[in-house]
């Protein structure tokens, strides 16, 4: 039994319910989490991450980046909060067209993996859900816990890696990730946490980059040039991938193909496969987003699988 230092903080602070066996280096939490709290998991020890987690690179890099990057997100945060409609992605596809939301999710657990400043969970606690959202950047927690603290819709965040989830097995009945681990998270190691913590049957939804995009998208330091109509990175090699006029963060993109096999390994059995493009007179707040592109090529797509038994 690992008893670092969070441990008697939280059990002190009454923050957490109960702490228990260490699962993939970091310590599992078992029972239920009290409603409405903000648990800084890591904070309370930075040992802990060094000696315990061992962060990779890019999970330091990334997080470090969102941490800067949390505060551009604070006023779509607000308007999303505020909608009681979900809208996703980079074109605010709305999900009557989408569908990606259980309509009702009484009685239903859910986690958001990477759930920034939380607005995704929010539409899963307005349907009726007992939510947890998931985020290793503090910065983007704090904005998502004064939103709770302003809709008071009983959702905890918590802070960490989707790569080591501090939650027991087989405890959530729906998962999802909206540009969150799933553009930010190694997917070999998050998809298999994502089934370890779901239930038989539980559901998996997860929204990126649309291969064709990433593959097209131009990297040359202007982000509102348009995309081009020519592949201009191979299709095989984007797993692990950096940016040259970016900073050093790192995207994880995998070929149709590899997602089919993952998901497959990992008990998933694939329900739909949504290729969202746009209009050409949509709109986005993001530079490199491409009205024109997005009306011929799919330029986001969203997987939605259930875990076998
Ligand atoms: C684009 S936001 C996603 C949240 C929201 N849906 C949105 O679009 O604003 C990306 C989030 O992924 C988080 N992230 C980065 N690395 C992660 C990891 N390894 N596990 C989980 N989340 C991660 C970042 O901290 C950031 O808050």
């Known amino acids: 039994m690992l008893r670092h230092p969070a441990y008697h903080a939280a059990r002190a602070e009454g923050a957490l319910a109960q702490l228990g066996e260490r699962h993939n280096g970091i310590v599992e939490v078992s029972g239920s989490i009290p409603l409405g709290s903000t648990i800084l998991l890591y904070n309370y020890c930075p040992l802990y991450e060094a ?8 999970q330091v890099a990334n997080r470090k980046i969102w941490q800067a990057r949390a505060k551009d997100y604070i006023a779509p945060a607000e308007k999303a909060w505020h909608s009681h409609e979900a809208y996703w992605g980079i074109w605010n596809t709305p999900e009557s067209e989408l569908q990606l939301l259980p309509t009702k999710l009484d009685g239903c657990r859910c986690i958001e993996l990477g759930c920034g400043a939380g607005y995704v969970s929010s539409w899963m606690a307005r349907r009726d859900g007992q939510v947890v959202g998931i985020d290793p950047a503090a910065n983007q927690l704090k904005t998502a816990s004064r939103l709770e603290e302003q809709y008071q819709l009983g959702i905890e965040f918590v802070e960490g890696f989707c ?3 501090p939650f027991p097995d087989s405890c959530f009945d729906f998962a999802i990730s909206e540009y969150g681990a799933s553009l930010w998270a190694n997917p070999f190691r998050w998809i298999p946490e994502a089934s370890r913590v779901l239930k038989t049957g539980g559901r998996l939804v997860f929204m990126t980059d649309h291969a064709f995009a990433v593959c097209c998208v131009p990297d040359d330091g202007n982000w509102r040039a348009p ?3 020519r592949l201009l990175r191979p299709y095989h090699d984007l797993f692990k991938h950096q940016w040259n006029s970016s900073s050093h963060e790192v995207e994880f993109h995998l070929s149709h193909g590899d997602w089919v096999q993952l998901l497959r390994d990992n ?3 694939i329900e739909r496969l949504v290729e969202v493009g746009a209009t050409a007179k949509s709109s986005s707040r993001f530079g490199y987003a491409d009205a024109n592109w997005a009306s011929k090529w799919p330029a986001e797509e969203v997987w939605c699988a259930r875990l076998s038994a």
């Open 51 to 58: 000696f315990v987690m061992n962060l990779e690179d890019y």
């Open 163 to 165: 790569e080591a989830l």
């Open 227 to 229: 995309m081009s109509e």
């Open 267 to 269: 008990n998933f059995v």
